[in-house]
C-alpha cells in the first residue's frame, strides 16, 4: 500500500510539537546532541523531530521524555481532562448490577 500525502492539519501539528520541543530543550540550554544522547537517538533525529518532519511516534516520545516534558505531552490527550471526555465516560459507565442470591457464596455474604 503506498503512503499517502501527510494531510496540511498533520504537517502543521508536527511542525509545532516540533518547534514547542526545541524551545524547551533551549529554554533548558541544551544542545541538540545533549538532547539526542539523553534520549537515546542520533542528533539528525532531534533535528528532524523539532522540524516536525517524519519520525516515529517512539522518537518524538523519547525527545519528550529526555527534556522532562513526557507527561505533559502524555497528558494532553487524556480524555479524562476534558469535560467531554468526563461526561463521555458517565454515560458509558456500566450500571451496579447486583448479584443473585443463587451466585451468592455459602452465608450469603458478597465478599
Known sequence: MAAT????PVAKALRRLGGDLRRWRELQG?????VA???GV?????????HGEG??????LRVARALGV???????????A????RLRADERRPQRVRR???????????R
Open 100 to 110: 443473585r442470591r443463587s451466585e451468592l457464596p455459602r452465608g450469603g455474604d458478597p
Open 55 to 60: 519520525t516515529t511516534l517512539e522518537n518524538v
Open 30 to 34: 541544551l544542545t541538540a546532541q545533549q
Open 37 to 39: 544522547e539523553r534520549a
Open 70 to 80: 513526557l507527561d505533559l505531552l502524555a497528558g494532553a490527550v487524556d480524555p479524562m
Open 5 to 8: 500525502p501527510t494531510p496540511r
Open 42 to 50: 542520533s542528533r539528525p533525529v532531534v533535528s528532524r523531530v523539532e
Open 82 to 85: 476534558t469535560d467531554v471526555g
